[in-house]
């Protein structure tokens, strides 16, 4: 990774038509990343798109017959067989690519990063792939983290309430004829999703395991214990996609090896960054508090009252933004940090 004559990175977008791949640019250019060329990359039959980044246009160049040679960022959401396939020749490069797809998240080799969490995973990182996790990790665990750091996090138990959004451009515009259709007086045809979304509730993400676990809550288990390097650590979840268009809903209920206060929690959680702690009666939803924000809310923090060591809570996050997009671009801006301090002072 190099940064000439300190004018900026060459910065390749790859999924850039996608709902995420949009935002990516959109936060390139807002948070002034140092970029001093830029790719916005598609499959072909989307090549040739105009995309905004900043206040100019890029064209979508074809993914499938461009080199990364001589370019220093990748970030990758064009689904993993997509990043299966393209992100191992852009590393072979030289480029640092940082993924958004489940492809690599557990591979022992690629570090799983959420930069308010486990920014040391990067310590001695030069080269390769990055992972992002899954977007209800990351809003879960910018929650937990700071609890779990001081009274040790023993189990988990967490109901997902998860946008239209996190399925992609096609759910929303899913989501959208199906509301016409319902105020019409007619029979939505689901196509996205196996069964009708507009009003109503799907209580599975992705395929069923052998467990009776969809890979959408195993996600939860393993990404977690993995990020907080912890394999006594049990997440039980249950994930439900929900007819709002942005933003997820997570209801948390955690139980903790040591004793820590409603009072202590609150401390952790209000000073916890990428965190907005919401106290007393306030409350967070996806629409207010979540779609098109960098934080992750938390409000309704309040004792276990089936546990002497347990918290609930209730949090919502962008899962477009901070979900997917934003922590991309926050793991890159840490990796431009450290190139240019690298005593981390």
């Known amino acids: 990774m190099s940064e000439s004559e300190n004018k900026g990175y060459r910065v390749a977008v790859v999924g850039a038509t996608g709902a995420v791949g949009e935002v990516m640019l959109d936060l390139l250019a807002e948070r002034r990343f140092p970029v001093s060329e830029l790719a916005a990359l598609a499959s072909s039959e989307s090549a040739g798109r105009s995309l905004s980044f900043g206040k100019r246009s890029v064209r979508a160049e074809d993914l499938a017959t461009f080199d990364f040679s001589g370019w220093d960022f990748a970030l990758f959401s064009a689904g993993g067989k997509v990043s299966a396939e393209h992100a191992p020749r852009a590393a072979a490069a030289g480029c640092v690519v940082i993924d958004n797809t489940s492809h690599f998240r557990m591979d022992p080799q690629v570090p799983l990063v959420v930069p308010e969490v486990n920014a040391h995973v990067l310590d001695d990182f030069t080269s390769g792939i990055i992972a992002n996790p899954n977007c209800s990790t990351i ?58 979304i507009a009003f109503n509730l799907i209580p599975a993400i992705d395929t069923i395991d052998e467990n ?90 309040r004792r276990d009252l089936s546990h002497p060591n347990g918290l609930n809570f209730w949090v919502v996050g962008d899962n477009v933004r901070k979900g997917a997009a934003l922590n991309a671009v926050q793991v890159a801006e840490l990796l431009h940090a450290r190139r240019s301090d690298p005593s981390g002072g």
């Open 212 to 301: 009776g676990y969809t890979r959408e809550e195993m996600k939860l288990h393993r990404e977690t214990r993995r990020i907080l390097d912890s394999d006594t650590i049990h997440v039980n979840a249950t994930a439900v996609r929900v007819p709002v268009f942005i933003g997820h809903g997570e209801a948390v209920h955690l139980e903790t090896e040591r004793p820590l206060s409603l009072e202590s929690a609150r401390e952790l959680l209000n000073g916890a960054p990428g965190l907005r702690f919401l106290d007393g009666e306030a409350l967070a939803t996806p629409m207010t508090d979540a779609a098109g924000v960098d934080a992750v809310s938390v409000c309704r923090l």
């Open 139 to 196: 809003q879960m665990l910018l929650a937990v983290a700071p609890l779990h750091r001081a009274a040790g996090v023993t189990r988990i138990n967490v109901a997902t309430y998860q946008s239209v959004s996190g399925a992609g451009r096609a759910a929303m515009e899913e989501l959208g004829r199906q509301s016409a259709d319902r105020f019409n007086f007619r029979d939505p045809e689901p196509n996205v999703f196996s069964h009708p």
